[in-house]
């Protein structure tokens, strides 16, 4: 099925009136529903049946490295500040000990397509400890030598120069995803984030001459001190810099929850008005540089992968956001990483003590997840596809999962049908749509089939917009 791909419409009103906090949908269930009674022995089991599917997935595997030299005010990421390279060392001997442990549960013809470091800053590791890592992880998973493999890494350019980056191709990495955030000097120093245009320029021009396939920024609005006209600025740097995609993401101030944001002063936080002319500043200028708009935070350019996937029905969602390899069973590797393997999530222990101390024991650090009941796959494969698409036909739908969609989501469609009274989405027999004035809304439509909301006390989420 081929989809049309639709430029939103900027309401701010609208918008203001919907803001509401609600789940990403990364996954679904939300990690929230994540519990305890998802152990080693469930994980073990979810491999098992994993491997004897009669076409079995290939594998995407996730590495955490948790490390940074310095905190951003701004980060809600599960990482630790240090200068200590012989924390990285005995952090290794871990990881490698999980590595060997997880691989010997797959079956060796299972071959991994796509890899993915994150954090924390990857690039904390020098090249040598990368081409270590990359070697112990080569030995023990069958990484696919086609053409089609990504092998991604965030990067933070205050710490990599051009000779790191060309040490990351050598190593088979063809995407790269580089921080920003604002290159507006007074946002910089109210979060903890000095950095050039200059030093982001290096590492993204050392990626196109080793290589790398793919380049992707990271942008932040919401920081405290942004104007509109400062991140305007920030956007004519960002443009000029040619990535092929580009991320803006909305700053979420929890305090409560993150530490490091106790250090930015409220007060310097932009207002509510302001907020929504920051994002509606960057539709206008990404869309006037030929920026595709593909949903929530990601914009890429109208020859990227991720549009070809969204036209072509084959988008998927995951952890690290929109991803064309959503084909594949989730290997998280690593403190708090998580993984997705069959019809279950597991994360693993969220810090070091406990991390260590399972290895130690000669066990996987499994320390939550959730299998998922027949209820669940059918609502993630709901919103999934209004995540990914915008639309969803309803009849083929019912087809495919045994059910009568209207009488299954009786109760979804009235609320459906309250935000097609506004018109951020449109309703007939067959089709759900989400109009252009609700596509920056993804998140308000998807919540309409979340089973999981208002039960219970409700976790902590950022807000919408």
Known sequence: MNHAIQIPEFDPALIARYDVAGPRYTSYPTAPQFHGDFDERALRAAIRASNEDPIPRPLSIYVHVPFCVSPCFYCGCNRIITRDVGKADRYLERLYREIELVARLFDRDRQVTQLHFGGGTPNFLDVPRMQELMGVLARHFSFSQGHGREFGIEIDPRFADADYIRGLGELGFNRISVGIQDFDPAVQAAVNRIQSVAQTREVLEAARASGFRSTSVDLIYGLPRQTVAGFERTLDEVIALASDRVAVYAYAHLPEMFKAQRQIKAGELPDPATRLALIGCALAR??????????????????????????????????????????????????????????????????????????????????????????????????????????????????????????????????????????????????????????????????????????????RFSRAI
């Open 286 to 459: 990404l869309n006037e540089a030929g920026y595709v708009y593909v949903g929530m935070d990601h914009f890429a350019r109208g020859d990227d992968e991720l549009v070809s996937a969204q036209r072509a029905g084959t988008l998927q969602r995951n952890f690290q956001g929109y991803s064309t390899h959503g084909e594949c069973d989730i290997v998280g590797l690593g403190v708090s990483a998580i993984g997705r393997i069959g019809d279950s999530y597991s994360q693993s222990a969220r810090d070091l003590t406990g991390y260590y101390a399972a290895l130690d024991n000669g066990h996987l650090p499994i320390a939550r997840g959730l299998s998922l009941n027949m209820d669940d796959l059918i609502r993630r494969e709901v919103i999934g596809q209004l995540m990914c698409y915008g639309e969803l036909d309803m009849l083929e739908f019912s087809t495919q999962h045994g059910i009568v969609f209207a009488e299954y989501f009786s109760a979804e469609l009235e609320r459906l049908r309250a935000l097609a009274g506004d018109g951020l989405v449109t309703l007939d027999e067959r089709m759900i749509r989400v109009a252009p004035r609700g596509r920056l809304l993804l998140r308000i439509v998807a919540m309409c089939f979340d089973v999981y909301l208002g039960k219970a006390a409700a976790p």
